[in-house]
Nanobody, 122 residues
Framework: QVQLVESGGGLVQPGGSLRLSCAASGSIFSINVMGWYRQAPGKQRELVAVIVSGGNTNYADSVKNRFTISRDNAKNTVYLQMNNLKPEDTADYYC????????????????WGQGTQVTVSS
C-alpha cells in the first residue's frame, strides 16, 4: 500500500508565502511524476504544477513565476513553494504521484493525498 501525506497548509495574508510538502511511503519501486492540484469551492480540481523524475516541471499559467515545485527523490517527497499568494489561490491542495510499486510491473499507479487547505485572506 502507498500513502501520500501532505503538510504545510494554513491561513496567510495576500502577498505572503507558504510551503507545502508531500511525502510518499509504502510499497514504492519508483516514482515517475509528482504534482500538486487544487480545488476551490464550487470549482473543478485543476493542475497547479508537476515535476517528473528527471526534474522537468510544468506550471499552470496562473501560478507561473510565483510557485516553485521541487522534489527530493531520496525522500520520495515533493514540495510546493508558494510566494506572493493571492486570494484566488485559496483552495484545497492535493498531492498526486504516479508510482511503480514493483519492478516486474511497468504500470504507473496514481495515488492522491488527503488534501491540505490553503486560505489567502486579510
Amino acid at each position: 500500500q502507498v500513502q501520500l501525506v501532505e503538510s504545510g497548509g494554513g491561513l496567510v495574508q495576500p502577498g505572503g508565502s507558504l510551503r507545502l510538502s508531500c511525502a510518499a511511503s509504502g510499497s514504492i519501486f519508483s516514482i515517475n511524476v509528482m504534482g500538486w492540484y487544487r480545488q476551490a469551492p464550487g470549482k473543478q480540481r485543476e493542475l497547479v504544477a508537476v515535476i517528473v523524475s528527471g526534474g522537468n516541471t510544468n506550471y499552470a499559467d496562473s501560478v507561473k513565476n510565483r510557485f516553485t515545485i521541487s522534489r527530493d527523490n531520496a525522500k520520495n517527497t515533493v514540495y510546493l513553494q508558494m510566494n506572493n499568494l493571492k486570494p484566488e489561490d485559496t483552495a484545497d491542495y492535493y498531492c498526486n504521484a504516479l508510482i511503480r510499486i514493483r519492478s516486474i510491473d511497468s504500470t504507473n499507479y496514481s495515488y492522491w493525498g488527503q488534501g491540505t487547505q490553503v486560505t489567502v485572506s486579510s
